[in-house]
């Protein structure tokens, strides 16, 4: 059966397959949120749209998928892990045609509210499906996965920063990249595992909320997905509202976010084996803050994308290994425990665009991203959550010896 380990050279070919099918998978999700976050800057302009109504705008959108991503484990426990994968996949990049279809702000929210249930419900299966052909390779594969995530970020955020710059209406850049990803995404789906994660054959509850046991791993990953969510909705503002930055620059903002991001999580994984979870973790808090406070304090458009650029370096790893430890997790089947710590991770993006927004909208966006680069101080002092204990992830056969914080899991946006 596909859900054992199978050490035979049939079964490693088909694993390796299925790394390769979830890689792609993880690259078209990344390249819809490239896309969408490039024309943000068209969409508000077009709907004529302040900062604290954009930023209400894009809460829906985190809105959608704090609310889907409980019910992922129990469309896969009854429709199959690839089956659910393949749908849910379709509807994540079909929506990301809607937002700019809409033609008021009330319509925005909606179709906000729709394209994040669907980013939201198929990053857990696609993380679900990670955490078992991590499993099943026998080292540490889980930030490479991410990485492609943000290969994908980029050629999305790259593309879209071209259609800026050429003053291509976003109605008809969005249309033609949704049916794309789409039939990519669905393509690779069919060739992923077909295993069941559940520990136990009972079906999973309608609507799983996080356990315990996970709710540090959550608050790390919390801390993370507030400064990615601010990057990916405010940068292209940012850089153009700021700094003064020219439309094709101000978008380039995002992708040299993406572009630093993509980098350190494909070396993530040997950086990981290497010093630890928990090293890891304090070394890119510190390397993220250091990124908040150079966009904070830039003089000009170069100095902020140097400073969005070390913030993506920052915060590359942090949420592949918070996946990891929760998948890993004892408690509950992995793709229960990847749900219950997206949703605390994600939830920080209901507070994120609107706190942005707000406190530009009565201060200004360089006070916004003083409010961030504190944030991400937490990185340093909640690092040790990711420290396996006895009841926790199983070691990475690769981890270090030497360190007793090393002991990796085999395991993004």
């Known amino acids: 059966m596909e859900g054992r380990r199978e050490p035979d050279d049939a079964g490693r070919a088909r694993v390796v397959r299925a790394r390769r099918a979830v890689a792609v998978v993880f690259a078209a999700h990344g390249a819809a949120s490239g896309s969408f976050a490039t024309r943000i800057p068209w969409i508000q302009e077009h709907l004529g749209l ?16 704090a609310a889907s991503m409980p019910f992922s484990a129990r469309l896969a426990h009854r429709h199959g ?4 994968l393949r749908v849910l996949m379709a509807l994540c990049c079909t929506g990301l045609a809607l937002p700019a279809l809409a033609p008021g702000f009330g319509w925005l929210c909606g179709a906000l509210l729709l394209y994040g249930a669907g980013l939201g419900i198929a990053d857990v299966a696609m993380n679900a499906h990670a955490v078992q ?39 008809i850049h969005l249309a033609l990249a949704a049916p794309v990803l789409a039939a990519v995404s669905v393509a690779a789906a069919r060739r992923t595992l077909n295993v069941r994660t559940g520990r136990t054959p009972r079906e999973p509850p309608r609507f799983a909320l996080p356990h315990r046991g996970i709710l540090a791993v959550g608050a790390i990953g919390f801390f993370a997905v507030f400064a990615e969510g601010a990057s990916m909705d405010w940068a292209g503002i940012y850089l153009r509202d700021v700094t003064g930055a020219p439309p094709g620059l101000a978008a380039g903002a995002y992708t040299a976010f993406a572009c630093t991001m993509a980098a350190a999580r494909l070396a993530g994984d040997a950086v990981v084996r290497r010093l630890g ?8 808090g510190a390397l993220a803050t250091a990124g908040g406070a150079l966009v904070v304090v830039a003089p000009g458009p170069v100095a902020a994308v140097a400073g969005f650029a070390l913030l993506g370096i920052g915060i590359a790893v942090v949420v592949p290994l918070c996946f990891a430890a929760a998948g890993r997790t004892a408690s509950a089947a992995p793709g229960q425990a990847i749900a219950g710590v997206a949703t605390l991770a994600y939830a920080s993006g209901l507070a994120a665009p609107a706190a942005v927004g707000w406190t530009a909208e009565f201060t200004s966006l360089p006070v916004s991203f003083a409010l961030v680069t504190v944030l991400l101080s937490g990185l340093l002092l909640g690092a040790g959550a990711l420290r396996p204990g006895p009841a926790g ?17 085999p395991s993004g946006g």
Do not use: Q
Request: glycine content about 16%.
């Open 50 to 65: 302040g900062t604290g109504r954009l930023g209400l705008a894009l809460v829906f959108a985190t809105v959608g998928a």
């Open 81 to 84: 892990p690839r089956a659910a």
């Open 133 to 171: 052909v991590e499993e099943r390779f026998g080292r540490s594969v889980m930030s490479g996965l991410h990485g492609m995530w943000s290969v994908g970020a980029l050629v999305g955020g790259g593309a879209g920063a071209l259609a800026a710059h050429v003053a291509l209406d976003a109605r």
């Open 277 to 284: 979870p928990v090293r890891t973790v304090r070394i890119s």
């Open 393 to 409: 992830p199983v070691a990475d056969s690769s981890a270090d010896p030497a360190d007793p914080a090393g002991a990796r899991p």
